[in-house]
Every structure is written in C-alpha cells, then in structure tokens.
C-alpha cells in the first residue's frame, strides 16, 4: 500500500507549486491528501486563473485548515511526509513553535515528532535574520528547507518548466520517481537556456 503524501499549500506568493505538486502525484497515481489555508485561496484569485474546486478534484482527501481533528492530525494515521508548498512565514512560524492552531501546522508538527519527512517550500525575499532564525529553528527539529529557486542547467523554456524543477526536487525528497526535468549528469550534453 501507497503511503499518502499530505500537500499543504499557504499563503505564500507561488500557490502554482502546489498545484504542480499534486498534478505530478495524481499524474502517477500516488495518493494525497490536501490542505489549503483561506489566504491561499486568496491567493488563487489573485496568481492564477485555476478554480479552487479543480485543485481540490487533484487530491484524494482534502481537509479544512479548521479541522484540527482530521485524519493527518494524528500520528497513528501513517503518511509518506508532508510538503507545505508554498510555505508562508506565518506557516513556517508556526511549525517552528509548534503553534498548532490550524491543520497546515498540526499536520507538519505531526511529521517532525513521528520523525516523518517535513518538507517546506518557504517563499519570501528578502529574507532578514527572523525568518532565517525560522527556517534554522525548522531544520533543527527536522524539516527540510527547499525554498522554490530556479534552475537553469536543464535549459528551461517555458515557467511551467522552472516551476517543475523545484517540484521534482520536492518529490526527490520522498523518493518519488518522476520525470519532470532533465537531470544533470557530470557531461555538458545540453544546449544553454536563450538569453
């Protein structure tokens, strides 16, 4: 059996990796299970033109950031990990201190204490030594900091291409096979992205 992946996706600037994330799951049938705060809805209306329902029909359980009782609250419900895509500071603020006021945070503080794999795509520039204490404070209880930054070496043409890369370096984080970029292999083989 297929352990689940929990995606949650915040308010952060780049709700698109989410949604790339679960297409990428769905896409090869892995399960997920989806939590979506209110301010990234907002941010739905404001970045893309995907309706919220389409991103919720990508997962196979969606919970509401308010149900603090649902399944992924509770560590005897097993999941494969978790990646919080995009991670606000608020979100990842609330991990730090374990503040498990909504499910984005319980969930992600259940992965850190069943010792489970904690991905957070933190979005925000610049960054000053509050977020960096943050994203440290994070680390050290066991996350894994992968904020979205771009690539180049695999000649990307398109931003669905650059938005890919950082998915599939989200999804190597759980051993999940994908084909999402071209991976760099010691050889110059590839022709430079267009200036």
């Excluded at 970045?47 to 149900?67: C, K, M, P, W």
């Amino acid at each position: 059996m297929t352990l689940p992946l929990v995606v949650a996706i915040t308010g952060a600037t780049g709700v698109i990796y989410g949604v790339e994330i679960l297409r990428a799951l769905k896409d090869i049938g892995h399960p997920t299970h989806l939590i979506l705060s209110e301010a990234a809805v907002r941010n739905f209306e404001i970045e893309t033109d995907i309706d919220v329902a389409d991103v919720a029909a990508l997962a196979d359980v969606v919970h509401s950031t308010r149900n603090l009782g649902a399944s992924v609250a509770s560590g005897s419900f097993k999941t494969k990990g978790m990646v919080v895509a995009p991670c606000s500071i608020k979100s990842l603020s609330g991990i730090a201190n374990s503040f498990n006021d909504n499910l984005v945070v319980r969930a992600a503080d259940v992965c850190l204490k069943e010792r489970r794999r904690l991905v957070l795509m933190v979005r925000e520039t610049p960054l000053h030594k509050g977020h960096l204490d943050l994203m440290s404070r994070c680390a050290e209880l066991g996350a894994t900091i992968l904020p979205p930054m771009p690539a180049f070496y695999h000649g990307p043409q398109t931003i669905k291409e650059i938005v890919n890369q950082s998915v599939g370096k989200t999804l190597d984080q759980f051993d999940i096979e994908h084909n999402l970029f071209h991976r760099w292999s010691g050889k110059m083989d590839m022709k430079p992205a267009p200036i």
